[in-house]
């Protein structure tokens, strides 16, 4: 009884232990993304600032659909949910495409001439 007690006790213990072992290392993440924020919306500022003054940035920009929130932007969200309506379509026919060459391959694979 009392060993059952002992090993209850410790690994009680060890829970704890591993309980603030994640709490450490999940504040260390949080920090670690609060800090890349702030450096990625400070990016974010000096590209939507250089963008405003340059028509070839803008242009490479909307060229790699980028998207940010300056309000000169001309892209809207209902802008990005066509966009991706359109690429699902495409991954949709590619999708087929890739079934319809595994049926000839498989078919090849089955009928050797």
């Known amino acids: 009884m009392i060993d059952n007690e002992v090993t209850h006790k410790e690994k009680e213990r060890e829970l704890i232990e591993r309980a603030e ?23 974010e500022r000096i590209i939507v600032n250089y963008a405003r003054k340059d028509q070839d940035l ?20 209902t802008t990005v949910v066509e966009e991706n ?5 495409q991954i949709d026919e590619l999708e087929k495409e890739i079934t319809e060459l595994k049926v000839q391959v498989t078919h090849a694979k089955s009928n050797p001439t």
């Open 21 to 43: 072992e994640i709490k450490v290392k999940l504040e260390r993440t949080e920090n670690m993304f609060q800090n890349k924020e702030k450096k990625w919306g400070e990016l």
């Open 85 to 89: 309506h359109v690429l699902k379509s």
């Open 58 to 77: 803008r242009n490479k920009l909307s060229e790699i659909k980028y998207i940010c929130d300056d309000p000169s932007s001309k892209r809207r969200i």
